[in-house]
């Protein structure tokens, strides 16, 4: 038993030592007296939990985009490294800030957080109205998926893997190396196993068995009642953060240091082949259409199903494609669906390739690490990164046009004045339609808060305010148009310090001095103009 266990629920007690052995008993009888469970699977909305499906293929039903066009992007205040669930119009995901986001799922504005006590780098998994997410602060928790409200919450080590739900059992794995199983209703414990190492990977959970690795070289398929060994192997300089694979009776597991995928028969943990990339393998696998995807350092692989030449080892010239990623680190996982794959790297983008020739279709650049493996629903491709980063790529449900300001300067004294030029056109840069705009300023005087942008060109001004230090200022425009999404601007003008300008090289005197210099002045003009009239008089005699 796990020295930490300590069930804790709203509205649920933790059952006692002495009801464990009828609990156990009970839940046998079920799973003998009845089908499994139906999986939880993704659907054209949906994707519900880490790698989509229970089998964790990576496979999505919703076709990934075709295009990497930027559906909604918001930064959070710290590192996400887990990935996203997308269910019924709600993206759930984790960041190290302490807090599991809901969002709507269309733009990505919050709809509720939960707040724990450590980073949330677990992916969540929702099923109905429930979402269960492991913290770091060592707690599994059920939440209500309408409103984030605590149904229950169960005490183990820091939770990093994201659970698997079966028969109404949640698994899932901490970091003081223990499996465990609790019941999804009240999160009363159902059993526990101990790893030697500290188990990161998440539990894939088919058929009853449960596949499951730890950093020190261990992989087990347990039974799913009762938690005990089916079958265990030990591979010596692995260390398997990857979650296994299973489908058509066999298991892909990444063995991170050891530089292998591995593919195991389901049944009995016999190897069937391994792949040798020539870099650390700690992603997991994705399979469709018999074709396996693995994230390699550096590398996207395509491998064949079957070995080759059966020798039982698949080496790189062997594979169908590669892609390089420029990762060195291989966290992400890749999905597949309409006949693209989607992976992130740690070099800070996203890639989208052909499945079946590796070609490139299209990158998107996301600040950061992605750690974060892609969630596809809905013709949507959701991902997170260490900058904070969430991003939303896929094609837009309306026509979009977009704003522009071009500023004639992006450096300005304060009090300077300067002209702004509005553009708004489509995404090929043609001229759009009449936009109705507004603009906003962070300092500083507008020349205009709203107008409409005739043929897809306006021009406003902007007076910087007076500032004290260099200041960071924000102009926004947000436009309208029927029958299109205007996507809005914003730009950065950096106001600097008015310099004042340099007193003369003269000495200086005082007022009274000045005036008295002035009068003297006046009055030899004046000295000076009888002269001239006398003379010229004078003159005048003369020449009569």
């Known amino acids: 038993m796990h020295p930490s266990r300590r069930p804790e629920a709203d509205g649920a007690r933790a059952l006692g030592a002495g009801a464990r052995p009828l609990l156990l008993a009970i839940a046998v009888a079920c799973a003998l007296a009845s089908p499994w469970a139906a999986a939880l699977s993704p659907t054209e909305s949906s994707w519900p939990q880490f790698r989509g499906d229970d089998a964790r293929l990576g496979v999505a039903v919703s076709a990934i985009p075709s295009s990497n066009t930027t559906l909604w992007e918001r930064d959070l205040d710290n590192q996400v490294q887990g990935s996203f669930a997308v269910v019924g119009g709600r993206a759930l995901v984790g960041s190290d800030d302490n807090h599991l986001y809901c969002l709507n799922a269309d733009n990505g504005e919050t709809l509720w957080t939960f707040e724990t006590g450590n980073s949330v780098q677990s992916t969540p998994l929702v099923d109905g109205d429930r979402v269960y997410i492991g913290g770091l602060d060592g707690h599994l928790y ?43 209703a009240t999160g009363a414990e159902r059993w526990n196993r101990s790893f030697d190492g500290q188990v990161w990977a998440s539990p894939t ?145 996203l890639h989208c390739v052909e499945a079946s020739t590796g070609q490139e279709v ?19 491709v959701y991902v997170g990164s260490t900058s904070g980063r969430l991003a939303c790529f896929g094609v837009p449900t309306v026509p979009r046009v977009y704003a522009r300001l071009t500023p004639t300067k992006e450096t300005v004294q304060g ?13 090929a840069g043609a001229p759009a339609g009449d936009a109705f705009m507004a603009y906003s300023a962070t300092a500083g005087s507008l020349s205009a808060t709203f107008g409409t942008v005739v043929e897809g060109k306006f021009r406003i001004s902007w007076t910087a305010p007076q500032v004290g230090t260099t200041t960071i200022v924000r102009i926004t425009a947000t436009g309208e148009l029927p029958g299109f999404e205007v996507v809005g601007y914003e730009l950065s003008i950096t106001v600097t310090k008015a310099e004042t300008p340099p007193a003369p090289d003269v000495p200086r005197v005082g007022r009274p001095t000045v005036m008295v210099a002035v009068a003297a002045f006046i009055a030899l003009d004046v000295l000076l103009g009888v002269v001239i009239m006398r003379r010229r008089a004078r003159m005048g005699e003369v020449g009569k």
């Open 415 to 427: 009090g300077q004045s300067i002209t702004i030029d509005v553009y708004v056109s489509d995404a």
């Open 205 to 349: 959970v088919v058929d009853g068995r449960v596949y499951i690795g730890d950093i020190a070289g261990n992989f087990k398929c347990l039974d799913a009642v009762d938690g005990s060994d089916v079958w265990s192997r030990y591979y010596e300089g692995a260390d398997i953060y990857s979650s296994a694979a299973v489908a058509n009776g066999r298991v892909l597991v990444g063995t991170g240091l050891l530089n292998l995928l591995l593919c195991l028969d389901a049944d009995t943990g016999d190897e069937l082949w391994r792949f040798g990339p020539g870099q650390h393998v700690y992603s997991s696998a994705a399979v469709s259409g018999g074709v396996v995807y693995t994230h390699s350092w550096m590398f996207l692989w395509a491998v064949p199903w079957d070995d080759p030449d059966g020798s039982g080892s698949i080496a790189p010239e062997e594979a169908l494609w590669s892609f390089p990623t420029d990762d060195v680190q291989g966290g992400s996982s890749p999905a597949v669906s309409g006949g693209r794959v989607v992976v992130g790297t740690d070099a800070g983008r």
């Open 142 to 184: 059920c939440l209500r998926l309408d409103n984030g409200s605590l149904v229950w919450s169960f005490a183990c080590g820091m939770v990093v893997s994201s659970p698997a739900l079966f028969n109404g059992t949640v698994f899932f794995a901490d970091q003081s190396g223990f499996a465990w199983a609790v019941d999804a």
């Open 362 to 380: 299209w990158r998107a650049p996301v600040p950061g690490f992605v750690y974060s493996s892609p969630a596809v629903a809905g013709g949507r």
